[in-house]
């Protein structure tokens, strides 16, 4: 799954990207709010991470700006402004979730799940229905009751298809959900991926739709 890092700090940014791309993310990191600003339009992302005292734009007008526009994508600011005032200001404004600097990267990994599972409208760590569903703890797919492991971009790939059951997802769209800036993108990429999950999860687990893209049955 592609989330967008918004962190000037050189160090913090550089340990969380390491990080967050161990854990099987791709990111995308900027470092100042009008790269934000521009990078938050272009949208693709499951997930942003925006800190506040940003140059050229502060992080408090990139969120303004992107709720504006009818943007949902989570947002989970990260912070080191502690003042109860600056924590309303930023959920007022449409933040997802508010995290004080310093933290454990495990709790923020716990609350990405918890607001992406928000934006889902789950209250547990599964999306999806029927025989096919995805554990967004395990990043395991659960398959009639069996459990299969998968690997960072197929769970990024089902991820994508499952938030939208029976929505017809483009070449170009699930490219945008697996794939961060300056990764290598083969014409076949998203072809091989999902015959790999067919291979694991059955021929009918993810359909194609000849000339549009790919989906999943509606639950």
Avoid at 21 to 37: M, N, Y
Avoid at 104 to 122: C, H, S
Avoid at 135 to 146: A, K, S
Avoid at 193 to 210: S, T
């Amino acid at each position: 799954m592609r989330v967008l890092l918004v962190e000037d700090d050189e160090m913090i940014g550089r340990s969380l990207r390491q990080a967050l791309e161990g854990g099987g993310w791709s990111v995308d990191w900027v470092r100042d709010g009008a790269l934000a600003q521009s990078a938050f339009a272009d949208g693709g992302y499951t997930c942003v991470l925006l800190d506040l005292g940003l140059p050229k734009q502060d992080g408090t007008e990139v969120l303004r700006r992107a709720r504006e526009r009818g943007d949902t994508t989570p947002v989970l600011v990260l912070t080191a402004r502690d003042g109860l005032e600056d924590r309303i200001q930023g959920l007022d404004l449409g933040a997802d979730d508010y995290l004080l600097k310093p933290f454990e990267f495990r709790e923020l990994l716990a609350r990405m799940r918890a607001v992406i599972r928000r934006r889902d409208g789950a209250a547990h760590s599964v999306i999806g229905g029927g025989g096919l569903q995805l554990d967004l703890t395990t990043r395991e797919v659960l398959r009639n009751g069996t459990r299969e492991a998968l690997t960072a971009r197929e769970f990024a790939l089902l991820h994508a298809l499952l938030e939208r059951p029976g929505a017809i997802l483009s070449r170009e769209q699930l490219e945008n959900r697996i794939y961060g800036w300056g990764e290598e993108v083969t014409s076949n990429a998203v072809d091989v991926l999902i015959h790999g999950m067919r291979r694991k999860l059955g021929p009918e687990a993810i359909r194609n739709v000849r000339g549009l893209g790919w989906r999943v049955a509606a639950a």
